[in-house]
């Protein structure tokens, strides 16, 4: 199935096999993701009027805000960039500026056709490899050779090239050349000038010194660097870039975490932190649609859909300044995680944190197992515990497990072969203490 074609429903069933409930927000980004694909079938006059609706995702921590992005950049095969407000600066400060979500972008977009591209050409670069390899192990017959000696050459090759195939020589050694170092004076903070005098300057070192090291390598070593000999021979820079660029400026998700750290509350007294305002009034043109120099050329935002989340427990979405409020029309407020909610995160989801503990310890040999009634009692204690302290959502069940599994996983070791049975009576023991007491909780769990 082609991920950029997924109806909404197909977004939506993807989603619930790793994230429980929060049914409205899927469906909000499963249509916002439909209408990118419902927007390129149409005239290119009209494609022009149509921008993305940007989503605005409001709830508290560990309800499943962040696991939906990450959940979507698998799934997709899209350029798609994660980022925190909270590390980037006003222009002029010391820090991150916001335009650099937009360079890692286009570098995300860059990376993913040059998969698709070697893909396409996997043939080509496969017969590369095993040519390079095979001249290597055989070198070739200097001219003028017999026809007899051009006979038996061909027929020992043909056998090398069986043998390789069938990764037979994979253990002899050979030489190959390693790619030059990439030299890199900052990161993706630095503006496309600077980021240009420094591509130049690399060319000029990469000019004195084309040639990399020689190393000797086994031949299974050697096929992944010569696959990215291969790729870096065979594909174009320049139609790679222009395809990146199409690809980021057509179908480019940002989303944007901790987006209510940047808000400034009513009551607050200072209004010019560098990382709060001035970082909103930087962030609107992006947003807008503005021109970002990148390395792969000028990048157009008018038509990146941006997601924007954020837990408000300080501030309001109404504390945003009010332009940047109205760049994301489409609201939607993640539900708290209640008893039974937290009993289906642990047991339903497809690598569920269940399955995870279940997995780890396997390893060891011992075979973890939980009654029904155990579940639900974890359920039960990290709800309790949500609600006598601070709601930190799922992420309660992790320390929950923890608490109960620590001996069991400190001696996992010296009980290989054990079936352990996790029941409710061991639950209580291991939590009901901790949990009655206020500050117990507060501490340890």
């Not at 005239?43 to 962040?66: A, D």
């Not at 496309?192 to 130049?200: D, G, W």
């Not at 870096?232 to 690809?247: H, N, P």
């Amino acid at each position: 199935m082609n991920p950029t074609t997924m109806t909404p429903k197909q977004t939506v069933e993807y989603l619930d096999r790793y994230v429980i409930g929060q049914q409205e927000a899927k469906k909000t980004i499963a249509v916002a993701l439909r209408n990118r694909w419902r927007r390129m079938q149409l005239e290119k006059e009209m494609q022009r009027e149509v921008i993305p609706k940007n989503i605005l995702m409001i709830g508290s921590t560990g309800v499943g805000k962040t696991e939906i992005a990450r959940r979507l950049s698998r799934m997709m095969k899209l350029p798609f960039v994660k980022v925190e407000a909270s590390k980037f600066t006003e222009v002029g400060f010391v820090g991150r500026d916001v335009e650099s979500m937009i360079r890692d972008l286009a570098m995300t977009a860059l990376q993913l056709v040059r998969e698709e591209e070697n893909h396409a050409n996997q043939e080509k670069i496969e017969t590369y490899v095993e040519n390079k390899i095979l001249e290597k192990l055989l070198p070739p017959l200097p001219e003028g050779a017999s026809e007899q000696k051009k006979a038996d050459y061909d027929a020992t090759f043909a056998r090398r090239q069986g043998e390789l195939a069938r990764g037979e020589l994979d253990h002899l050694m050979i030489s190959v050349e390693l790619p030059a170092p990439t030299i890199e004076f900052a990161g993706s903070n630095m503006p496309p000038e600077m980021a240009n005098v420094q591509e130049s300057i690399i060319k000029v070192i990469g000019g004195i010194n084309k040639k990399g090291q020689k190393k000797e390598v086994t031949v299974r070593e050697a096929k992944p660097i010569l696959e990215a000999e291969a790729s870096a021979t065979l594909l174009d820079e320049e139609k790679l870039k222009d395809l990146a660029l199409r690809k980021v400026e057509e179908g480019g998700i940002v989303f944007i975490d901790e987006i209510d750290k940047i808000a400034v509350p009513s009551n607050s007294t200072s209004r010019q932190d560098p990382s709060k305002e001035g970082v909103q009034r930087d962030l609107l043109p992006i947003v807008e649609g503005s021109n970002v120099g990148t390395k792969i050329g000028t990048v157009s935002t008018d038509h990146i859909l941006f997601i924007a989340a954020g837990a408000f427990h300080l501030s309001k979405p109404s504390d945003l300044i009010p332009e940047l409020q109205g760049r994301f029309p489409l609201r939607v407020e993640l539900d708290s995680l209640d008893e039974e909610a937290l009993y289906r995160i642990l047991t339903e989801p497809k690598n569920s944190l269940l399955k995870q503990y279940q997995a780890l310890l396997k390893v060891e040999g011992v075979i973890l197992e939980f009654t029904e009634s155990a579940l639900h009692a974890i359920a039960r204690y990290s709800a309790l515990a949500n609600d006598k302290t601070e709601d930190i959502g799922a992420r309660r069940l992790h320390t929950i497990m923890e608490k109960i599994l620590d001996e069991v996983s400190f001696d996992a070791d010296e009980r290989s072969g054990e079936t352990v049975a996790i029941d409710e009576d061991m639950v209580e023991s291991k939590l009901d203490k901790v949990v009655e007491s206020e500050d117990a909780t507060r501490y340890i769990l």
